[in-house]
């Protein structure tokens, strides 16, 4: 019991001060605002324009095949409405 209780002493003791060292090594804060970039090397600057119309293209072709998707399934429902219209009508009995 005297053991666990010099532990968690030890422990609450130096976890604020160790928090406090580190608190203390951290590099100061940054200028508000944002601060643009100069002086990268052409190799590693990247054009912007190729991205934007890639991703553009890629969620048209997205939507697109999403729609096909759609439209495939309303043609599926369709039929088996019409389906099932001849199969009542070919019963001739009518329930309602």
Not at 62 to 67: G, I, K, P, R
């Amino acid at each position: 019991m005297l053991r666990g209780m010099r532990i968690c002493v030890m422990w609450l003791v130096t976890v604020p001060f160790t928090a406090a060292a580190a608190f203390a090594l951290q590099q100061p804060a940054a200028q508000d605002g944002f601060v643009p970039v100069t002086g990268v090397p052409v190799s590693e600057q990247v054009p912007a324009a190729p991205l934007v119309v890639g991703a553009y293209a890629f969620f048209l072709l997205l939507m697109m095949f999403y729609l096909w998707t759609i439209w495939r399934r309303i043609g599926k429902v369709e039929a088996d409405m019409q389906a099932l219209e001849r199969r009542q009508g070919a019963g001739g009995s009518r329930i309602g």
